[in-house]
């Protein structure tokens, strides 16, 4: 068709055309250009098509030859040319067109964006998505994550340039978050020397896995996000405002492991082992799987009626209410069956708090301790030393502190060869017991609590004083006092006055009829030994007033094993002669928590409860067994509510297996150390490893947790904020 | 001297090994959790300006920055970079919020319409060899005016001649709408001959109405119809060509004043430890 086309149109041939002029004649989509064309500033500057030149006498056409050649009418006889041009509307051309449509846009790009920012409810409009469901209830607006969030455009621009003012962006994430205050933004929320230690300990015990290819390039180029001592961004792995539903905890397996030493490709290719995971702490309660099962369960003195009680694993344990952990059940539901008795045991004469003890009545001069009671009959297992709950009510006063210090080694019951320096020491003693009671029998219970304030130190709760003063029977203390001293109230007035004593009445024989002016409640109090099963009764057969347990969590004797745990149990109970006052209390105190602690003692309190010893020297009774608080996060989460499929003890078993080829005399030599130490007392170490139970297998969970089967990346089983530590406990693996 | 396909070959490879490095580097980065997005986001920035620099140079050809075909080429090599680095810099998602939401469309307004440039100056340009003569745009017109004044004198010259009124109402029906102005603008993006077809069939049954004289004139006006056929296929490919521009410029003025905004957003909000 080139050929076809005349040669003002053909491309090569054509009059030169300036696409990039900014305005077009405005006929030109007419194809009636004229050749003047528009004016810079879009002014059609048609007039004629030639200006006629003249000629000698004569005025000559002048149109180009390419619009036309001479016009056959020529110019008018004035010399003007007689075919004007009609004006035209000049056009922008397309490259001008467009120019004008790039400045509108940017223009209105800009205005749009100054709008947006400048518009009261901007922040929805400039916020990069929807929060998660987490925190869309925050109602503080961009401030309570942003530094600048509520700022202007202008401020929004300088804290660009500069820094973000304010706190730092993770700080603020702190403000609420606060269980991360401590060392929320370290590695893990973990004290930087924790988590040094625990890396240590992993690094020397773990062997080199392969890591991923990837992993091993981004550790070469960047090296880790952080080490223990530097903080890292909360940004760094929770990503917000990807709407309602996103996770704010997704992380790949390479970053998890991008800050380890010692990585690996997948859990079922180079994790380790568990080692002794979960059982990497002895149980809070001392509790002997293999000796129950093995030989009590099946006992023959069982009675028919605890044979059919024999509990499988889910009737002692249950899930907790997040089906997370599996907690043991009470001690009313299980263990009562068997051990109620053994707390109730009325055969034992119970805990001894106040006794007499034997004197030497002919060394010693009656009108010098005033009355005494001799041992006769029914005394006859009457003790030469006070008991431990009364020493240390004694030795709060400094005049017992003296003496006793001054009868170290010396029998009060043969004081033959005694001194007469140790003879005065013994009548000091005397009086320190006696003024005890008359101060317990005339004053009450204030006496009685200062001496134990006194004891029990700065420590002591208000509950827990509560508990021991509010339970020490004053109705007991007179009912003894009627009995066995009955002259003590002007025995005890005439010492402090100074005055000669006389020569007290005949000793009580202990069987001195009962006092008409006793409390209602000294009836039951002063009965016989085996018709007081539980509290408080007197013991003529010792001179002792004495306390049986009300049962299982009996709050006097709980009272008094937190007070005794709470000083440690490191040193030997008694004080060294001449130690300091406050010694020699911490020291009556232990003596106390030793008396109470021994698994036999009354209650066996300790036979199955044990004791930690804790950073700050003193030990925590362990009252309860695990109960996982919600707040509680270790480095390993487990839960067993998806994995307990099969009813019974068949879902627990596959996993919870005792160890092979273990007996009762085997568990007895491998599990009871843990808990007691050879001469019985008590194993206070909680770091000794749970003998009951084979440890578990990587291989078992592997074989669900594979790839293409059940998660098996590390959050599935692992946490990364750790929260346990923060609690004076170390974080579990 | 390299071939057209060599010269693609080779630039195609360099593509692939500089987004293979960057698609490398987003990865470490993230997995070494170190906002890869900072960077991908810096580097996007930047080959979004280089890309802008394109139409400036264009209004520079005085100043010696390389030939404006090395410049097309990389221009189009840093497009598509730029939008795998796009991909990756929000993620494989689609942002949810306003303002992100205005800048991603644009971003994706920008790149495809200059991939549908990049497409159309790939065929239009040999469909405009294939068909048609090869006209300036600007002189479109003019021809078209031209055929329009040839029909015109044909059909009055019949009417003078033969005093047969039924090509003129044929042309008043038919052809004059036809000649007036470029026509069928879609179809000839879409190659399609059927409006052509359709008007020639119709010419064609006309001649049974008509004398020797107005069918020799017919035959006439049948050419030229094809010769306005041709053109208005030239000017259909020509016009794309440049008026798509219409939307690749402006938008990209417009997408740089949202990311300019877009990175005032990041830094303010983002806070010293991000």
New interface residues.
Partial sequence: ??A???P????DE?RY?R?NQEW?CGR??????CPLGPSERGECQAAYECTPYRKDDRWVCARLASRGGKCPSGPLPDGACCRPIIPCRPVRS?LA??RV??L???A???GG?LV??GLPKRR???????LTSHHSAIDKG?AAC????E?TLA???H???V??PGA???E?CLDCHRQYRQHG?NPHSQDPQVLAAITQRVSSAEPSGTAPF??S???F?????ADANH???????HNE???SDASLTAM?D??CQ?CHDRPFRSFSQGHPEFGHYPYLRRTLLYFDHVSHYGSHFTDPRLSASQKDRVPGCRECHVQDPAGQAMVVRGFDTVCAICHREQIEDDTSPGVPFLALPILDLKTLDATRIGQWPAVFDKHLLAAADVPPLMRLLLRADPEFAEAESQLAGVDLSDLSQASERQKQAAESYVWSIKKLIYEAVTDGQAPLRQRFVLALGSKAAKTELDDIVGQVPLPAFAAAQQRWLPDLKSEFEAHQDGRQLSLPRAAPKGDAETPKDAAPARESVLAGDRSVTSGWYLRDVDLSLRYRPVGHADRFLRAWLDAGARVGQSSSADAAPGSSPGTSLTAALKGVFHSLARPSAVGRCMKCHTADSDAAGGTTIRWLSRQPALEDRNFTKFSHRPHITPPGNDGCLPCHSLKEASDSAASWSLFRPVFLGADGSLNTNPHGLDGNFAPLSKAQCASCHAPGAARDGCLTCHNYHILSGRRGTSPRP | MKTFDSRRRRNIRILAAVALLLIAADVILSVSLRAPHVLSGWILFSLVVLLALYNVRKKLPFLPLGSSSAWLQVHIYAGLLAVLLFVLHVRWRIPNGVFESILALLFVAVAASGIVGLIMSRIFARRLTTRGAEVIYERIPVFQRRLHLEVEQLVMSCLADAGSTALSHLYLARLKPFFEKPRNFWQHLMQSHRARHRLLVEIESHERYLNDAEKKAMREIADRVRAKDDLDYQYAHQASLKYWLFAHVPLTYALLVFIVFHVVLVYAFSGDLN
């Fill in positions: 068709m080139s076809e086309l005349p003002d149109v053909r491309f054509s055309e696409p077009v030109a989509c007419e194809g009636q250009t397309v067109r467009r449509v790039t509108f846009v940017f209105l790009a800009l964006a947006l920012a929805n409009l400039v916020s990069p998505g929807p961009c942003h530094a600048i969030g700022g401020d929004w621009v804290a660009s340039v820094s973000a730092d962006q993770s603020l933004l990837l992993l390039v981004a550790r180029a960047m090296g880790a996000p903080a890292l961004a909360c940004a760094a792995c405002h990807r709407g790949t390479m970053q991008v």
